[in-house]
């Protein structure tokens, strides 16, 4: 955080490492962010607007090395195959610690595996902010029994205790949009043969991103992650 705002506004920051040498500096420096804030969607001038400097490194990374699979506007994964994911609408924080878990191998697949191991931090920022900023576009048009979809609605909203699987809506929000406060991303309109893959790595062990999506996963049958991934892209 202190970093950004240091970037953004070096007068104010330098102000404060000035004066920043006894208990004055703990008085200033505690209303600091909350002052700040406002000026974070202020206009800025153009020509010199670090966000939109940042977008365009983001896009041109994205052309460069990514666009390939994951389409220009980051909705992509060449059709029909939806192997590729939609980062598109992704939180940043989110696309961030990917980046980071395929460059270190934690999730590795032979399409991607040590992707963007060359980007480095402040590319790997830039396209972040890229792909956050951008419409995920809608999944897959959800083709389930009514009966199916009740089944896989239940699992998504209750869990199913008797086995150990908690609810997915704690996580990942009501409508599946994803929630800062717990790191989950948004899994609506995600494609779904994407969706049932990464159900599947988490139970066998093959994404070992998230100690908590592992323990989530153990117990579900095939169908359950079927049926769970055909849900989840359909939702709107
Ligand atoms: C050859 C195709 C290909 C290219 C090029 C590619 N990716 Fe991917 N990407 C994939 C596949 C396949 C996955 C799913 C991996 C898995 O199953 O774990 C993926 C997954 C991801 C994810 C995780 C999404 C999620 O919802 O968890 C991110 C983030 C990502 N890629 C970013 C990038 C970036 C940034 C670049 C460019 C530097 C890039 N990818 C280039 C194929 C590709
Ligand atoms: C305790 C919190 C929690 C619960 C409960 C939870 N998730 Fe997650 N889920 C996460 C987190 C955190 C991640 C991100 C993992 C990572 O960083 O790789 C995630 C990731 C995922 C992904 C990967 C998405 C992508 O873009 O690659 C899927 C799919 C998923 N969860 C489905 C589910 C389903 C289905 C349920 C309910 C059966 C569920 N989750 C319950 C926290 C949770």
């Known amino acids: 955080m202190s970093r ?5 506004i070096p007068g104010l920051a330098l102000g404060c490492l000035l004066v920043g040498a006894g208990p004055v500096a703990l008085v200033l ?10 000026d974070d969607t202020a206009p800025r001038p153009s020509g010199n607007d670090p966000d939109a400097e940042r977008l365009a490194r983001g896009a041109a990374v994205n052309q460069r090395a990514c666009a390939r699979c994951h389409a220009e506007d980051g909705n992509g994964g060449p059709q029909p195959v939806k192997a590729y994911p939609k980062l598109a609408g992704l939180s940043e924080d989110y696309l961030r610690k990917q980046i980071y878990d395929l460059k270190a191998h934690r999730r590795p697949n032979p399409a991607t595996d040590g992707r963007g191991e060359r980007l480095q931090e402040a590319e790997v920022d830039a396209i972040s902010a890229y792909f956050a900023g951008q419409p995920m ?19 998504f909203r209750q869990g199913a205790p008797s086995r150990g699987v908690p609810a ?3 996580c990942h929000g009501d409508a599946a949009q994803g929630l800062a406060a717990t790191q989950a991303p948004r899994l609506a309109g995600q494609w779904r043969p994407y969706l049932a893959t990464q159900l ?10 998230s100690p908590i999506m592992a323990a989530v996963a153990k117990p579900l049958e095939d169908a359950e992650i079927e049926r769970m991934a055909a849900y989840l892209s359909g939702l709107r």
């Open 168 to 170: 997915c809506v704690t």
């Open 137 to 155: 576009a809608p999944g897959d048009p959800d083709d389930l029994s009514p009966a199916a979809r009740r089944d896989a609605e239940a699992l």
């Open 4 to 8: 950004v705002f240091a970037r953004r």
């Open 200 to 209: 599947q790595r988490f139970r066998d062990g093959s994404r070992a991103t």
């Open 29 to 38: 420096a505690a209303p600091l962010p909350a002052a700040i804030a406002p």
